[in-house]
């Protein structure tokens, strides 16, 4: 706890986890579930089902593939998202000619539903890693490039004028100003991004049957396996939590360099 | 953010350079610079638009997306804010309760389809289940922040003015979270919007998204560029709807930056 206790916003939202009380009502409803269950429903598989159906996935060995195949393909996605939405949110946030001329386009493009440009993508690209990806950082972009370029036209212009005054030189002033300004809305941007890669990569798993915990999902429902289906969604759920938290520690850790400042125009 | 960009008088160099995009497109393709097979020209896709519209099956498509994300959401809302205030209102529910939340919130919505194909089969009742179960979370979280950040102050100015416990949650804590939950509910619907699409591409052959794969496996690429343009559209207005409303509805709420 102590770390974090200097921090502001998310720093409490870190601090003060809920209380473990609170998982009671699942734990008992899934007690109840594993007691009450009627035999073998082909459609509510008992939770001890679930957990004999992962091991059945794991034993033959795809588990583990499954899970770095698309771990590896959330982070390469996520990668390329952050380098092409600040790189473009900066070029756009800098120059209010260029924010007003691509302002409608990019409005559109962001209005999109990214699953919308899934069929398009593998027409184009196929069925491939290369796909995968573009789609993965195709979506993701968005919220990173729009809270980069809206964070730099916020800084307030008395922090600019100051630098201005004090002689800072070009390196200073993106160092001293820029940077500290604009880190905390580019992390909230890539929290926002971050649920949609997981859903991307998911989907396109599902879709397309590429490997990954997708292809593992959409074969075990047509396979009829419930308890596999069951175990993988309680499986997804670990890896969006785990994916979640650990951006929250690297946020913290960020911010604990560069604090969200108080003055915003 | 978007209101920065769309609500000042018109963008004529924002326009323009959509024209001029859509222009280049048009060029590059009737000229054969860029080859593609499966790349249609805008014309073409406006054409497609036509022909779609024509047979009538965009509008069906469009209906039957518009009707899913309205019950979708609909029912987001109501469990959403329901849950949202008791958890708000009660510290007991809070701490034997906001855990087990906070543990089923991030599993990402589309992983719920093989369930709902596994209980339902290709159906609505899959699509709803796809729309409804990520899109309850942004309101249920709202609606608590919204009432616990305002309890403790709002009721002791409550309790100086004598107001009864009834009044002071008519009067001093639902208006003080509505901000919140409208940003709940805002989010919401853009992410119905999307888990819809979801659901029609996996779940439910039926809708906007069902219609980009269909159009994508027979080879109509015209088609298929048609249906995602209808479903960008659908993407602005239901987004500068909701922005409209919200914010003549109650001014304060209008967001400071994209969210």
Not at chain 2, 85 to 107: C, D, H, M, Q, T
Request: charged share 10%; aromatic share 8%.
């Amino acid at each position: 706890m102590k770390p974090f206790a200097k921090l502001t916003w998310l720093g409490r939202t870190v601090s003060q986890l809920p209380s473990a009380w609170g998982l009671l009502p699942l734990i008992v409803a899934l007690l109840l579930w594993q007691i009450l269950q009627t035999g073998n429903s082909p459609y509510f598989p008992p939770p001890s089902a679930w957990w004999s159906g992962l091991v059945q996935i794991a034993a033959g060995g795809q588990l583990l593939a499954a899970c770095i195949a698309t771990l590896k393909t959330i982070v390469a996605g996520l990668a390329l998202a952050i380098v092409a939405g600040i790189g473009l949110g900066v070029l756009i946030g800098t120059s209010p000619r260029a924010a007003r001329a691509l302002g409608p386009l990019l409005e559109f493009c962001r209005a999109m539903p990214p699953p919308a440009i899934v069929p398009l993508a593998i027409l184009f690209l196929g069925y491939d890693e290369r796909m995968k990806l573009t789609i993965v950082a195709l979506s993701a972009m968005w919220p990173i490039l729009l809270n980069t370029s809206s964070a730099i036209q916020h800084i307030h212009p008395l922090l600019l004028d100051v630098s201005t005054s004090f002689h800072l030189s070009r390196f200073e002033r993106i160092r001293l100003i820029i940077i500290p300004s604009v880190v905390p809305s580019i992390l909230l941007g890539i929290r926002i991004a971050l649920p949609l890669t997981i859903v991307l990569t998911l989907l396109v798993e599902i879709l397309t049957s590429i490997q990954g915990i997708g292809a593992l999902m959409i074969a075990a429902q047509r396979n009829f396996q419930s308890g596999q289906v069951y175990g993988l969604l309680v499986l997804v759920g670990l890896f969006g939590f785990i994916i979640n938290n650990a951006f929250s520690i690297v946020q913290a850790v960020i911010l604990r360099r560069w604090p969200p400042r108080s003055v915003q125009a | 953010m978007g209101s920065r960009w769309t609500t000042l008088s018109v963008n004529w160099s924002g326009l323009s350079v959509f024209a001029l995009v859509l222009a280049g497109w048009e060029a590059a393709v009737r000229s054969g610079m860029i080859a593609f097979e499966f790349l249609p020209a805008p014309s073409a896709i406006l054409m497609g638009v036509v022909e779609l519209v024509q047979d009538g099956i965009l509008l069906q498509d469009l209906l039957h997306t518009l009707l899913s994300i309205a019950i979708g959401w609909t029912i987001a809302m109501i469990i959403g804010v329901a849950v949202g205030l008791l958890l708000g209102f009660s510290p007991l529910a809070r701490k034997y309760g906001l855990a087990s939340i906070e543990v089923l919130r991030p599993i990402p919505g589309i992983a719920f389809a093989p369930l709902g194909l596994l209980l339902f089969g290709f159906s609505l009742q899959t699509e709803l289940v796809v729309t409804v179960l990520p899109t309850v979370w942004p309101v249920m979280v709202n609606t608590m922040g919204g009432i616990a950040n305002a309890q403790p102050r709002l009721t002791d100015v409550g309790r100086t003015f004598r107001l009864s416990s009834y009044e002071i949650v008519r009067y001093l804590l639902l208006p003080s979270a509505l901000p919140s939950i409208v940003v709940g509910a805002r989010i919401s619907l853009g992410l119905a919007l999307v888990m819809a699409i979801v659901a029609e591409i996996v779940g439910n052959p039926e809708g906007l998204g069902y219609g980009i794969v269909r159009e994508q496996q027979a080879l109509h690429p015209e088609y298929m560029f048609a249906y995602i343009a209808v479903v960008g559209l659908l993407g602005v207005i239901l987004n500068a709807g909701v922005l409209a409303i919200t914010k003549s509805l109650w001014p304060w709420t209008a967001p400071r930056q994209s969210a």
